[in-house]
């Protein structure tokens, strides 16, 4: 699996584009953020889905899907999505599988972006 695959790496450059001489750590900076809050996320998610907490479930995909986008991990913002619908139907049947799809994909993820940085 390529790198490219895990990560969109035009929305990777288009951050790397934004770091300048006033904040040369920018891009190193969102990087860590978002491994560290996607983390706490998945940990959240993790933690409403055993309890069986719809509501935490929907918001806590809902971040992660928007934080995701924003660093191209396009598949872990789709998991989130659908993780995330599962607040509408009010039955959390099948967010478990979601759920050890989405923290295999973070773990590709996260090992591309630290490549990267």
């Known amino acids: 699996m390529s790198d490219e695959s895990i990560l969109d790496m035009q929305t990777i450059d288009q ?3 934004l770091v300048d001489d006033d904040d040369p750590d920018f891009f190193v900076d969102i990087i860590q953020g978002y491994i560290e809050t996607a983390g706490v996320s998945i940990k959240e998610l993790s933690e409403a889905v055993n309890s069986q ?3 935490k479930v929907a918001s806590a995909a809902h971040c992660l899907k928007g934080s995701s986008g924003n660093i191209g991990a ?3 913002q789709k998991i989130s999505y659908e993780l995330e ?3 509408k139907k009010d039955n959390l ?3 478990s599988e979601l759920l050890t799809n989405l923290e295999e ?3 590709k993820v996260t090992v591309v972006l630290e490549k990267e940085i």
């Open 15 to 17: 951050l790397k584009e």
């Open 53 to 55: 907490d719809i509501e």
């Open 74 to 76: 396009v598949r872990m």
């Open 85 to 87: 619908k599962f607040g």
């Open 93 to 95: 049947t099948g967010a």
């Open 105 to 107: 994909e973070f773990s």
